[in-house]
């Protein structure tokens, strides 16, 4: 079983600030891992795949970045709109997400 | 647009069986995998299994083997998730979401369904 472990829980940050987000992977995924953001009420929102590549309409402030057991998102500016809970995923050997990591305003 | 329209919320009993759904629309519904990811309160996200419609395959995370059952109907574009005797502990969203093509990964997501089971 893949084990999926994002850190830190809670990032506190204020607008405008760069945000960075940890997802280690219990075994290697290759570049296999994909990133979502969640909003209270609502579905998750596809961000990042392949590690690195942003999903159609995502702005150029989020990053992916990493590969094997260790990866890492990116927002270089913080919106208002980008205080939500992420949620790495593995799509290596079926799919498996991390417990989450909520990013709140500083 | 590629739509992924999901049934409306339950309300039901410790041991009645549920079977919710997911239509899809906009694409090409045998063209790529339906997925069903579960959300307890407040909790994140857990994989439950996933099908496709073109080959009627269909595979499960082995914490919901035997739990749930998976299945489609290709001539209405609509996946289902079903549970013959529902638990309390079985509460939650429940999210489909497709993959498949050039999407590895889930890229649209149905609304979600929200079951509550208590007595």
């Known amino acids: 079983e893949i084990v999926m472990t994002q850190s830190p829980a809670t990032l506190s940050v204020s607008r405008g600030e760069r945000a960075t987000l940890s997802c280690r992977v219990s075994?290697?995924?290759?570049?296999?891992l994909a990133w979502y953001q969640q909003k209270p009420g609502q579905p998750p929102r596809l961000l990042i795949y392949g590690a690195s590549t942003r999903a159609t309409g995502v702005p150029a402030r989020f990053s992916g970045s990493g590969s094997g057991t260790e990866f890492t998102l990116t927002i270089s500016s913080l919106q208002s709109e980008d205080f939500a809970v992420y949620y790495c995923q593995q799509y290596n050997n079926w799919f498996t997400f991390g417990q989450g990591t909520h990013l709140e305003i500083k | 647009e590629v739509q992924l329209v999901q049934s409306g919320a339950e309300v039901k009993k410790p041991g009645e069986s549920l079977r919710i759904s997911c239509k899809v629309s906009g694409y090409s519904f045998t063209s790529y995998w339906i997925n069903w990811v579960r959300q307890m309160p407040g909790k994140g996200l857990e994989w439950m299994g996933r099908t496709d419609p073109r080959a009627s395959y269909t595979d499960y995370s082995p914490s919901f083997q035997g739990h749930v059952t998976i299945s489609t109907d290709k001539s209405i574009s609509t996946a289902y998730l079903q549970w013959s005797s529902l638990k309390p502990s079985d509460t939650a969203m429940y999210y489909c979401?497709?993959?498949?093509?050039?999407?590895?990964?889930?890229?649209?997501w149905g609304q979600g369904t929200l079951v509550t089971v208590s007595s």
């Open positions: 979401a497709r993959h498949g093509g050039q999407n590895p990964t889930p890229d649209y």
């Open positions: 075994q290697s995924v290759s570049s296999n």
